[in-house]
């Protein structure tokens, strides 16, 4: 996480919330990253069925308190991804990429 130029972050939305697996990432890496990783930028994704918001809540609060730079608002998938979701994610990750890239 030290050494990484952005954070391409993906979760689905549990009962509301954030994974467990991403909620635990975040408590692994918070303290170390805190000072560390301030201003760097990144992309995220939540998906569901349904109450995505304290998700995304949760998502913005913590990459927030980090210092991270959002390349792109949140990207919010329900239901089953079709072609055009897949290709959102697509998109958002090329931005990110592009983000980071050194220009010629």
Same mark, same amino acid.
């Given at each position: ?49 349904? @109450?995505?918001? %304290? /998700? !995304?809540? &949760? ?8 210092g991270w730079e959002p390349v792109a608002p949140v990207l919010e998938l329900t239901g089953q991804p079709d072609a055009q979701d897949l290709a959102a994610c @697509?998109?958002? %990750? /090329? !931005?990110? &990429? ?7």
């Amino acid at each position: 996480m030290l050494e990484a130029d952005a954070y391409l972050l993906g979760t689905p939305a549990n009962i509301g919330y954030l994974s467990g697996a991403l909620k635990h990432f975040f408590d692994q890496i918070y303290y170390p990253c805190l000072q560390e990783t301030t201003g760097r930028p990144f992309a995220a994704y939540v998906h569901g069925n349904e @109450g995505l918001e %304290g /998700a !995304v809540r &949760a998502l913005r609060g913590i990459t927030t308190a980090l210092g991270w730079e959002p390349v792109a608002p949140v990207l919010e998938l329900t239901g089953q991804p079709d072609a055009q979701d897949l290709a959102a994610c @697509g998109e958002l %990750g /090329a !931005v990110l &990429a592009a983000t980071v890239m050194p220009e010629d």
